[in-house]
């Protein structure tokens, strides 16, 4: 099945796409929004369904205690507006950390700190869609603790 991956964000917006029977994961693309994430709606929802997917996560930006701010708030807005123009299944996915673990990924590839911004964005969608993936493919197989 074709996967999407959504980093929400105040001046980008990371894309990832996917393939759950292989449980892998890429870039995409990074669409610039420049203050309000809900100006791409019609744009994510175009490329979604350019590329045939059916299944979207987006990534959830709890506190790190787990609880729920603004972000997160503003996240499910946006999630429920999106299910609005889309026909597959949108979920949530915790994104905690994700944007650390994309820079250090790209430290660890040897590119520069200066040159993270213009795919930084797209590597959190990528971790986003993969631990999407992975606990939706845990549920379908029962497996305990996902």
Same mark, same amino acid.
């Given at each position: 099945?074709? +996967?999407?991956?959504?980093? *929400?964000? #105040? ?11 292989? +449980?892998?994961?890429? /870039? *995409? ?7 309000? /994430? ?21 990534? *959830? ?23 609005? $123009? ?9 994104? $905690? ?5 994309? #820079?250090?990924? *790209? ?8 040159? #993270? ?26 497996? /305990?603790?996902?």
């Amino acid at each position: 099945m074709k +996967c999407m991956g959504v980093d *929400l964000g #105040h001046k980008r917006i990371g894309l990832a796409l996917g393939e759950s029977e292989a +449980c892998m994961a890429w /870039p *995409l693309k990074t669409v610039r929004v420049e203050g309000d /994430p809900f100006f791409a709606l019609d744009e994510i929802a175009r490329i979604a369904k350019e590329n045939g997917v059916q299944f979207v996560a987006v990534g *959830l930006p709890l506190n790190m205690d787990g609880s729920t701010g603004p972000s997160a708030k503003s996240a499910l807005r946006w999630k429920k507006a999106f299910e609005k $123009r889309v026909s597959c299944k949108v979920v949530m996915s915790d994104e $905690r950390l994700t944007t650390t673990g994309a #820079h250090r990924e *790209l430290e660890s590839l040897g590119m520069r700190a200066k040159n #993270h911004m213009r795919v930084v964005d797209q590597l959190s969608a990528v971790m986003i869609l993969q631990s999407a993936m992975e606990k939706e493919e845990g549920r379908k197989s029962g497996e /305990p603790g996902k």
